[in-house]
T-cell receptor, first 112, second 116 residues
Framework: DAKTTQPPSMDCAEGRAANLPCNHS???????VYWYRQIHSQGPQYIIH???NNETNEMASLIITEDRKSSTLILPHATLRDTAVYYC?????????????FGGGTRLMVKP | GAVVSQHPSWVICKSGTSVKIECRSL??????MFWYRQFPKQSLMLMAT?????????EQGVEKDKFLINHASLTLSTLTVTSAHPEDSSFYIC????????????FGPGTRLTVL
């Protein structure tokens, strides 16, 4: 699986949009971009995933650049409960039971 | 839906004893479950991949005789830490891949193991 690079930490004001970047310059054509988050002392939670089109769900939006070498996770209106470590993972989408390889992630601190 | 539970949520044991951690998919069947370990302020590290009815596949550096994994049914996988030592103290997390999906894994809440 392609390696990802994320900033180790970010701050965001409550109510503002949180934009979390991820670089995956070695991503291959059949690899998807996944985002998970982990709130302190809990298991990771799936947020969103995409291949090349931008995606949106009730939690967040995922913007993938045209060359797919980077992406941005957007939390449109961050709340204090969004404080967590956010992991960007790229992996193949198939039925081989692929494991997820977690990098360092970005520790997002939402402040009042 | 898609809930994964772990039991116990935390455990404290003496050095040399064995500890069993259960991972259950409550409302779906999972042919594949994964076990991760997470030390404080570090990321999750995959320990092993568990497939129902077959032997687990361990990641490099993970001792299969120390971390026994049993995936006896489509809804239950167990991790037994044998002869636990203080360095085994960690946060153990499982995840389950739904039987007919390779979209997202669902994670359990984790089990915090402290070995005295």
């Amino acid at each position: 699986d392609a390696k990802t690079t994320q900033p180790p930490s970010m701050d965001c004001a409550e109510g503002r949009a949180a934009n979390l970047p991820c670089n995956h310059s070695t991503i291959s054509g059949n690899e998807y971009v996944y985002w998970y988050r982990q709130i302190h002392s809990q298991g990771p939670q799936y947020i969103i995933h995409g291949l090349k089109n931008n995606e949106t769900n009730e939690m967040a939006s995922l913007i993938i650049t045209e060359d797919r070498k980077s992406s941005t996770l957007i939390l449109p209106h961050a709340t204090l409960r969004d404080t967590a470590v956010y992991y960007c993972i790229v992996r193949v989408y198939n039925n081989a039971g692929n494991m997820l390889t977690f990098g360092g992630g970005t520790r997002l601190m939402v402040k009042p | 839906g898609a809930v994964v539970s772990q039991h116990p949520s935390w455990v404290i044991c003496k050095s040399g004893t064995s500890v069993k951690i259960e991972c259950r998919s409550l409302d779906f069947q999972a042919t594949t479950m994964f076990w991760y370990r997470q030390f404080p302020k570090q990321s999750l590290m995959l320990m092993a991949t568990s497939n129902e009815g077959s032997k687990a596949t361990y990641e490099q550096g993970v001792e299969k005789d120390k971390f026994l994994i049993n995936h006896a049914s489509l809804t239950l996988s167990t991790l037994t830490v044998t002869s636990a030592h203080p360095e085994d103290s960690s946060f153990y997390i499982c995840s389950a891949l739904p039987r007919f999906s390779y979209n997202e894994q669902f994670f359990g809440p984790g089990t915090r193991l402290t070995v005295l």
